[in-house]
Every structure is written in C-alpha cells, then in structure tokens.
C-alpha cells in the first residue's frame, strides 16, 4: 500500500516562504498522481495542485497560481509544494495525496473522493 509522510510546515509571517515535503513510499513511484490538498478551520478540504510523477506535469488551483509550485525529486520519492508571497488565507492543513495513474489525466484528479492514499497532514499557519 501506498504510505505518504509529510514534512516541512510551521509557522511564517505573510510574505514568507515554506517548502513542504512528501515522501512517497509502498507503490512505484513514477506511476502515481500526487496532490496537495488543504483545509482551513471551518472550511471544506481545497485541492491545492497535482503532479503526474511519470510525466513531471503539474496543474494548480487558481487560489495559488503564482506563489505554489510543485515538484519532484523522483530519485528521493518525494513530492514538493514550494509556498511563496504566503498570506494568511494560506493557514490550513496541509495534505498530500497519492492515486496509481491508469489513464494520464492526473489534472483531472481535484476532488478528496479522487485519492485512495493520504499523508498525516502538516499545519501551515501565516500571521498578518
């Protein structure tokens, strides 16, 4: 089974920066969707971006275009979401998820229900 382990969050003031970690581990690596997902208090579980870890291709949501970026390090099984220009809207927990992709269109996979595998979650709390 897939086991995801997360690393990397804490605490910035708006403008700052975090990279948050997830380490892939239990399944073949290339083959997989990878998300981040985050969910504010209160709030419904929000789909941040993707990476296709076979094709390198990512997709992110429109709240972060600009300021998120995720990568990859596929020699490590490990999937990045570098955070710029943080605001404070940004608070959240932070999730990462993995799903085998059979069919390429990891860009089509936003919803929670779309991830069979989920890391612990990572708190990320910006201050004004």
């Known amino acids: 089974q897939v086991q995801l382990v997360e690393s990397g969050g804490g605490s910035v003031q708006a403008g700052g920066s975090l990279r948050l970690s997830c380490l892939v581990s239990?399944?073949?690596?290339?083959?997989?969707?990878v998300a981040w997902f985050r969910q504010a208090p209160g709030e419904e579980r929000e789909w941040v971006g993707v990476?296709?870890?076979?094709?390198?291709?990512?997709q992110h949501a429109d709240s972060v275009k600009g300021r998120f970026t995720i990568s990859q390090d596929s020699d490590r099984n490990t999937v990045y979401l570098q955070m710029n220009s943080l605001k404070p809207e940004d608070t959240a927990t932070f999730y990462c998820?993995?799903?085998?992709?059979?069919?390429?269109?990891?860009?089509?996979?936003?919803?929670?229900?779309?991830?069979?595998?989920w890391g612990q979650g990572t708190q990320v709390t910006v201050s004004s």
């Open positions: 998820a993995a799903e085998r992709n059979t069919n390429g269109r990891c860009y089509a996979r936003r919803k929670t229900e779309d991830y069979s595998y």
């Open positions: 239990g399944a073949p690596y290339m083959t997989n969707c």
């Open positions: 990476i296709n870890t076979g094709a390198y291709s990512t």
